[in-house]
T-cell receptor
Framework: SQQGEEDPQALSIQEGENATMNCSYK?????LQWYRQNSGRGLVHLIL?????REKHSGRLRVTLDTSKKSSSLLITASRAADTASYFC???????????FGTGTRLTVIP | EAGVAQSPRYKIIEKRQSVAFWCNPI?????LYWYQQILGQGPKLLIQ????????DSQLPKDRFSAERLKGVDSTLKIQPAKLEDSAVYLC???????????????FGEGSRLTVL
């Protein structure tokens, strides 16, 4: 399967703490993307990292990519209650923008 | 900028009935996707269009699912006849991406939640 797999499946932290989610995948990729989904809503794009990049930042988000280990991590710093959501990684194996989503990490940030 | 519009938001039908979902992508987006998201799982791609042509429909159960994108804009996804296991949220997404040009983010609609009884 080309689908990614997130770890942990669920994460509960206190507001202000950092949250780290990991994604492992099986095939080579053109790029990897992270999305957030609030309960009952559509997905929202967070960040895209290309296969030749190792780290990328966007506000409180930091994404790393290790293509040799076929893994990526998403770090959310100084978490807020509003960060409570499910987070999915999605891989694009060929650059055709055909995204394969993982199973997601459910993050709960306790105020 | 208006987002991806989907309707209906909710639909309840009996098994063996038919249902159709409609999607209007962001204006100017060449690529349109339909994803199926079963409760507790990640979205699974059903079909990808570029303009009004199909790029990938390898995971579309063609015996019961069909999709079209007339004139390269709006799209409809139909299920006939529905089975219990089709209960899911059907997500439409669009992208500025054009094959061979560049990859980019997908913009998702709010989804259409289908319950098959």
């Amino acid at each position: 399967s080309q689908q990614g797999e997130e770890d942990p499946q669920a994460l509960s932290i206190q507001e202000g703490e950092n949250a780290t989610m990991n994604c492992s995948y099986k095939t080579s990729i053109n790029n990897l993307q992270w999305y957030r989904q609030n309960s009952g809503r559509g997905l929202v794009h967070l960040i895209l990292i290309r296969s030749n990049e190792r780290e990328k930042h966007s506000g409180r988000l930091r994404v790393t990519l290790d293509t040799s280990k076929k893994s990526s991590s998403l770090l959310i710093t100084a978490s807020r209650a509003a960060d409570t959501a499910s987070y999915f990684c999605a891989t694009d194996p060929t650059g055709a923008n055909n995204l394969f989503f993982g199973t997601g990490t459910r993050l709960t940030v306790i105020p | 900028e208006a987002g991806v519009a989907q309707s209906p938001r909710y639909k309840i039908i009996e098994k063996r009935q038919s249902v159709a979902f409609w999607c209007n992508p962001i204006s100017g987006h060449a690529t349109l996707y339909w994803y199926q998201q079963i409760l507790g799982q990640g979205p699974k791609l059903l079909i990808q269009f570029q303009n009004n042509g199909v790029v990938d429909d390898s995971q579309l159960p063609k015996d019961r699912f069909s999709a079209e994108r007339l004139k390269g804009v709006d799209s409809t996804l139909k299920i006939q006849p529905a089975k219990l296991e089709d209960s899911a949220v059907y997500l439409c997404a669009s992208s500025h991406h054009i094959t061979g040009r560049f990859s980019g983010e997908l913009f998702f609609g709010e989804g259409s939640r289908l319950t098959v009884l």
